[in-house]
């Protein structure tokens, strides 16, 4: 086990070499109405201002960076409900290259326009992102070409871990990471590159209508559950068998938060009127999980890690809508 976790913090390490002159080392702002309203430190990670508008870039970046250049000009695949696509198609475009990207039917349209603007191949069916990426395996598989995946992989996983050693520079010593968790790619990487190096709890955070790992990671295994539709659609979905981020967030995630639509509603709505922050539902999570958990954080020094910004019309016309937040 320990050597596993050196290993994977040596990739980390490796992946922020690799990945360094394409990327923007993000910013960690204080939050200062955030704290108030807490009686805790509270510094957002600004990943919303990454290359692509998300995190995903640096596993994508990472990802594509491995591969020899003889595999990536054959075309790569990927699927995705937007941040996963946004960031290959971000990648290829700086570099000349071409893929296809797979969504789901219910993929928000100005999702869906973005990608077709940045020139990307696009495929479009299925009832859910399970499917987008049964069909975007297959077409890799006929095709020849490499198949990007969203999480489940270890390039993939040391990318996103390359937020770690930015917040050990910007931050110092900290007390807590709350993190959005999907397929567990994202927090899998932190938390491993993290807790071995500092005595802090990393926390993931789910909505309440599509928590798969953190159910998964209860029952002791991967479990189906149902998924209902959630402002925080770049987490939605379930965990592919075999994923390797499930074991490794049973090994390193301290606990989860699973928040309620309103709630999600109600940190999106705070971010964008106390911070100037307009992000898309995952990246809110991290601030519902604090808010419905305020108490048990007060007086510590916490990281929220704010995801991505790639919110469509219309859910923010729905959010825009909310009577009364909390905490407002």
Do not use: W
Not at 59 to 83: H, I, M, P, Q, Y
Not at 88 to 116: I, Y
Not at 265 to 286: I, N, P, T, W, Y
Request: glycine share 10%; charged share 20%.
């Amino acid at each position: 086990m320990t050597e596993t976790r050196l290993d994977l913090v040596g990739d980390i390490l490796a992946a922020e070499r690799r990945i360094g002159p394409h990327i923007r080392e993000t910013a960690l702002e204080y939050a200062p109405f955030l704290s108030r309203t807490t009686g805790a430190e509270i510094y957002l990670k600004l990943e919303n201002q990454q290359v692509s508008g998300s995190f995903k870039y640096r596993g994508v970046a990472n990802f594509l960076l491995s591969l020899r250049e003889k595999d990536r000009r054959r075309g790569v695949v990927c699927a995705s409900t937007g941040n996963h696509g946004a960031a290959l198609a971000r990648f290829l475009e700086t570099f000349g290259e071409r893929g296809t990207v797979f969504l789901p039917q219910n993929t928000e349209p100005s999702k869906v326009d973005e990608l077709r603007e940045q020139g990307m191949d696009l495929h479009i069916g299925g009832d859910n992102v399970t499917e987008a990426e049964s069909e975007a395996r297959q077409y890799a598989r006929r095709h020849h070409r490499t198949y990007v995946p969203p999480y489940n992989d270890p390039r993939i996983i040391a990318g996103q871990g390359t937020i770690g050693p930015e917040l050990e520079r910007q931050a110092g010593t900290f007390d807590v990471v709350l993190a959005p968790v999907g397929g567990g790619g994202l927090i899998s990487g932190l938390a491993a590159y993290l807790k071995p190096h500092h005595n802090l709890s990393v926390i993931g955070c789910q909505p309440k209508h599509s928590a798969a790992m953190a159910a998964s990671i209860e029952a002791g295994r991967l479990v189906d559950v149902d998924h209902e539709p959630t402002l925080s659609d770049g987490t939605a979905g379930g965990i592919e068998s075999g994923s390797v981020t499930f074991d490794l967030c049973r090994r390193y995630v301290d606990d989860f938060i699973l928040v309620s639509e309103t709630e999600i509603g109600r940190a999106m709505f705070l971010l964008l009127k106390h911070h100037q922050l307009l992000v898309e539902g995952a990246a809110a999570l991290s601030v519902a999980a604090l808010l419905q958990q305020k108490s048990r954080f007060f007086g510590q020094k916490l990281i929220l890690i704010v995801s991505g910004k790639r919110i469509g019309l219309t859910t923010l016309d729905s959010v825009l809508q909310i009577p009364g937040p909390t905490c407002a």
